[in-house]
T-cell receptor
Framework: DAGITQSPRYKITETGRQVTLMCHQT?????MFWYRQDLGHGLRLIYY???????DKGEVPDGYVVSRSKTENFPLTLESATRSQTSVYFC????????????FGPGTRLTVT | KNQVEQSPQSLIILEGKNCTLQ??????????LRWYKQDTGRGPVSLTI?????NTKSNGRYTATLDADTKQSSLHITASQLSDSASYIC????????????FGTGTRLQVTL
């Protein structure tokens, strides 16, 4: 199916473990983004990518690693999960940035115990 | 720091009634302002996007207005339906850093019978 998908949709992990959240889009959009959404905060940008092999930090990048070897995939890795990383994570993609629509995935709810 | 503030935080209205949601921002200069709808457990979906030179934009029963001088926007929902129950998020794109959107915390709307 076309669109943007995320996996897993739900994940529970323990403090200190490494976790990878997957994001896949079928539109061949150049830009991809990772956000986290927490109560009392708007969505906050973690990392974004303008193209394969080009990534840049957003507002809250500490503790996260991204890669983009293929245009359609943009995985987000928590190298050593902490309780403060309990959140809902959204991936998004767009053709460009200035005035272009961002299309969001369904989200991954991550709980770190 | 660029900020986007929305009011009210939550709102309950009867089906068929109209409502208006507010967004005040300090982002300057800005490129565009967007309104998103986010259903519970899902990713945000775009409703409207306006450049700084536009005053109003409609999408069906949704009408967004923008006053760039006062840095205010509103989203008016006409003849509300139960399916309008969702969070509505105001998002401002700073000019020059178009990849880094500034999100409001949203207004939670509940439409009841």
């Amino acid at each position: 199916d076309a669109g943007i998908t995320q996996s897993p949709r739900y994940k529970i992990t323990e403090t200190g473990r490494q976790v990878t959240l997957m994001c896949h889009q079928t539109w061949s959009h150049s830009y991809m983004f990772w956000y986290r959404q927490d109560l009392g905060h708007g969505l906050r940008l973690i990392y974004y990518s303008a193209a394969a092999d080009i990534t840049d930090k957003g507002e809250v990048p500490d503790g996260y690693v991204v890669s983009r070897s293929k245009t359609e995939n943009f995985p987000l890795t928590l190298e050593s999960a902490t309780r403060s990383q309990t959140s809902v994570y959204f991936c998004a993609s767009s053709q460009g940035v200035e005035g272009y629509e961002q299309y969001f995935g369904p989200g991954t709810r991550l709980t770190v115990t | 720091k660029n900020q986007v503030e929305q009011s009210p935080q939550s709102l309950i209205i009867l089906e068929g009634k109209n409502c208006t949601l507010q967004c005040n921002y300090t982002v300057s200069p800005f490129s565009n302002l967007r309104w998103y709808k986010q259903d519970t457990g899902r990713g945000p979906v775009s409703l409207t996007i306006m450049t700084f030179s536009e005053n109003t934009k409609s999408n069906g029963r949704y009408t967004a207005t923008l006053d760039a001088d006062t840095k205010q926007s509103s989203l008016h929902i006409t003849a509300s339906q139960l399916s309008d129950s969702a969070s509505y998020i105001c998002v401002v794109t700073p000019r020059g850093t178009a990849s880094k959107l500034t999100f409001g915390t949203g207004t939670r709307l509940q439409v009841t019978l």
